[in-house]
Each structure stands twice: as C-alpha cells, then as structure tokens.
C-alpha cells in the first residue's frame, strides 16, 4: 500500500526544487483571495461559483508538477486533488450532496493510499478512532435513518486518513488535522446546529489543509541522525 519506499526511522525535508516554492504557490494565493473576495452567496449555486472554488484547489495539482521526486507520490495527490474539486463542485448544489460526498471519499482513500502503512504507528489509531467515532454518534441523531450509512462510511475513511497522515508526519499531518477539522465544522453545521461564521472557518481550513498535503510531496527522506 506504500507509494514509496521509506524506512521508520527516517525524518523529511524539503529539498531545493527548481522551481521556487513562492512563485509555485503565486496561482493557489491569488485564486484563494479571489474566492474570499468575492464570496459568492451559497444560495445562489451557478458554475461560475463552482469554477472559483475549485480553482484553488486545481493550482495545487499543477504546482504539484514541480515535485520531481516521489513521481508515484504526486501522482496519488493530484488524483486525490482532482476527486476534492469534483466534491467542491458537486456541494455548491444541495441536491448533488452525495455525488459530493462519494467524491471526497474517494479523495480520502487516494490520500490513503499516498500516506501508505510505514511507519504503522497503531497507538494513534486508538486515539483518532473513538474520537471520531464518538463525533459521529452523536452527529447520528441530528440525520434521517437513510443518511447513516453515507456517515458511517464517510467516517471510517475519514478517520482512516487522518491516522495515516499523522503517522507519516511533516506537513502531511497538520493537513489530515486541518482537513478533519474542516469536515467536522462543516458537518455540524449542516446537520447538528448552525455556527457562526462556519463557512469561513470551513474553506480557510480546507484550502490549508490542501496546500499542506500538496507541500508533503517537497519533503524528501533523510536519515535520522543519532
């Protein structure tokens, strides 16, 4: 299930890339600032707001381009990117919610793939698991019977991800935090309770939560000094 060959005893870096990390990251920034600027109402789903919420997210898999290491890697993140702005697109309509929804499982698993099972870490299964399990008892109560299966689901991938992107460390586990964190915001909202401001914490964290799993793949393996 490893993308790559790795030992658990070795450490990341980011290594020097030909093509600088800032000027990479300039169409993810500006595309971002363009989304919040013009904060296109939720109710008034059309492709163009499809379009600037997925733009971001489409920057990412082309910056990925300038990772020439970990080929197999990169390729499993931008699939992964590639199946998120499917689900971006599919959530501005309420009526494609599990189009949407089946869309970043399917991200989740290509994430999962990339993170692989080296090193296995079992301990931060029991810790991500019941939490995450516990989250989604509770988020049962709020949904119609028929909806129980699509959570459930959703949720074991989720927390699945989660697990594996805090075993390989680096920049790939704030990611799996941020990217939970935001599905979590976005959930309760939906389901549960309304929150404040929940739109913006749900897309500030999403859009970072990507941009830290695209920066995984700069990072290359490096001996553990002792």
């Known amino acids: 299930m490893d993308a790559w060959e790795e030992g658990p005893s070795q450490k990341r870096c980011f290594s020097v890339q030909q093509l600088p ?3 990479g990251l300039s169409p993810f920034v500006l595309t971002c600032a363009v989304y919040f600027l013009l904060w296109i109402p939720q109710d008034q789903p059309s492709w163009i707001s499809a379009l600037v919420k997925c733009l971001p997210v489409l920057c990412l898999v082309a910056f990925l381009q300038a990772a020439r290491s970990a080929r197999g890697y990169r390729a499993l993140l931008q699939a992964a990117l590639l199946c998120s702005a499917a689900g971006d697109a599919c ?9 949407g929804v089946a869309a970043f499982t399917g991200a989740h698993l290509l994430y999962l793939w990339a993170f ?3 090193p296995l870490r079992p301990g931060l299964l029991l810790l991500v698991a019941p939490a995450l399990l516990l989250y989604t008892g ?3 109560l709020h949904l119609p019977p028929d909806m129980a299966p699509v959570l459930v689901t959703y949720s074991l991938v989720l927390a699945s991800m989660l697990w594996r992107g805090l075993a390989r460390g680096g920049s790939a586990r704030w990611g799996a935090l941020l990217f939970t964190l935001s599905d979590s915001v976005l959930a309760w909202d939906a389901f549960a309770q309304s929150l404040p401001h929940a739109r913006l914490v749900v897309m500030t964290t999403y859009y970072a939560a ?13 001996p553990k000094s002792h």
């Open 210 to 222: 990507q941009l830290l799993i695209a920066l995984s793949a700069f990072q290359s393996p490096r």
């Open 116 to 118: 692989g099972l080296r």
């Open 91 to 99: 959530l501005v309509w309420p009526e494609a919610f599990l189009c």
């Open 138 to 140: 509770v988020l049962l």
């Open 21 to 23: 990390l800032c000027r």
